[in-house]
């Protein structure tokens, strides 16, 4: 059966998985028999707690007073103007009025904790006392870290040794949050080996422990469960966009590692079709050299978990990404995006390191934020969009997260500190 059958039939984007987690041909579990218990275990535990009142209202609380939520939906009015006078000067009276979805204000600087609050309030229902994580350029790590610390709970962050040697003020801000950060030494020694330790340390510690996924990837139920606990970012939007403009916006823009949240915010938009969706990922140094563009340069395979697109080399074996934003360079994409691609709903562009430079630069002069180098990838897009569209066209743009993590990579490349 087709992706877009499967759509065409149910009326709806929204309604997948299905029972046993496939997003059309994506997605799934494929994993190994001494995890499925575990994974059954949680599917269930997630079905109840999702429906309970009280465990939606402990979540809504603490993303309230401890996130600071509803993050703004923010008018960048000089982006706008430069993207009209730009228009202007092709001859065209376009130039979308641009809004900025701001996530980077979360606590913590990024959407990540949103998932995490979510899986962290899960583990306590389930009774775990122990919750492991796999990171990459260290954010998850730490949005788990900061979890953990807020509730008492023991915490183990695998992260591969070369990004322990990269990202050591996130190692350091684990550390300070009471977590143990386990290098790991295996394959390309990043964030892939990372999240196969920690798959092997889930099965090994059964009884307490609890493994808090950081992308909407991973085995079913973690795609959708992740997206689920993303989707704030797309509700928030929805009633903001009434409220400032009284209508549905007609664009979105997020960047896309894993793609946690890019789902968040599209989902909510998927069946109103006049919304325009558009998923950014990292061509690092071009989409014929080294990236981390799985969707546009690479193919369909397995990998923890799930059946999706991933940067692969000729005999199968996965190829390290590379972005110059850490958070970008997982080689595979959650598998739900890989259907979105398919079915045609969602648009997937890509941006360089160079391009998402010039747009981080940008946006730091035109709106004083300085957005973390992910984003970046998306208001490199913008540039390009925007300017296309007439004016009373309303552009969301997703700023996951602040740049201060960012700025020493960005002044390597930029000079001048
Ligand atoms: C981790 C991260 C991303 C990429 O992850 P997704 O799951 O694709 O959202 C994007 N932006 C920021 C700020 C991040 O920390």
């Not at 309970?52 to 993303?63: G, I, Q, S």
């Not at 307490?208 to 997206?227: E, K, L």
């Not at 929805?238 to 896309?256: N, V, Y």
């Amino acid at each position: 059966m087709s992706q877009a059958f499967v759509a065409q039939n149910l009326n709806s984007y929204r309604t997948g998985p299905d029972e046993r987690g496939h997003f059309g041909v994506f997605g799934g579990r494929f994993v190994a028999e001494t995890l499925m218990p575990l994974i059954l275990d949680l599917e269930r535990h997630y079905e109840a707690a999702r429906s309970d009142p009280a465990f939606k209202a402990e979540l809504d609380n603490l993303l309230t007073h401890y996130v600071g939520r509803p993050s703004p939906l923010y008018y960048a009015e000089r982006m706008t103007e430069f993207f009209r006078r730009k228009a202007a000067d092709a001859g065209s009276e376009g130039g979308a009025k641009i809004y900025f979805k701001r996530e980077d204000l979360n606590h913590t600087g990024a959407h990540k904790i949103n998932n995490v609050l979510g899986q962290i309030l899960l583990a306590r229902r389930m009774g775990k006392t122990r919750i492991i994580a796999e990171t990459g350029a260290g954010q998850h790590g730490v949005a788990t870290a900061t979890a953990c610390a807020r509730f008492g709970l023991d915490c183990v962050v695998y992260m591969g040794s070369v990004d322990v040697e990269r990202q050591k003020p996130n190692v350091f801000r684990m550390k300070l949050l009471g977590a143990k950060v386990v290098p790991v030494e295996s394959g390309a020694r990043t964030l892939k080996d990372a999240m196969n330790e920690a798959l092997r340390d889930w099965v090994t510690n059964v009884a307490d422990t609890f493994y808090c996924i950081g992308t909407a990837a991973g085995p079913h139920p973690y795609p959708a469960m992740v997206r689920d606990f993303q989707c704030i970012i797309g509700d928030e939007t929805r009633r903001q966009m009434r409220e400032a403009e009284g209508r549905l916006p007609d664009s979105l823009l997020a960047c896309i590692g894993g793609g946690s949240n890019a789902i968040g915010l599209f989902h909510p938009f998927l069946d109103d079709p006049s919304v325009e969706i558009y998923g950014v990922e990292a061509a690092g140094f071009g989409l014929d050299d080294k990236h981390a563009a799985s969707l546009a340069g690479g193919r369909p395979g397995v990998l923890h978990g799930n059946r999706t697109y991933l940067l692969m080399n000729a005999d199968g074996q996965i190829e390290e990404g590379h972005s110059i934003s850490a958070g970008l360079d997982y080689p595979g994409i959650g598998p739900e995006h890989s259907w979105l691609k398919e079915s045609g709903r969602v648009t997937y562009l890509s941006a360089t390191d160079a391009e998402a430079l010039a747009a981080f630069e940008q946006c730091s002069k035109l709106e004083g934020i300085i957005p973390a180098l992910e984003p970046a990838h998306a208001l490199a897009k913008v540039g390009d969009i925007a300017p296309l569209k007439p004016q009373d066209h309303l552009m969301v743009v997703n700023i996951s997260g602040r740049g201060d993590k960012d700025i020493f990579t960005v002044a390597e490349h930029l000079g001048g500190m």
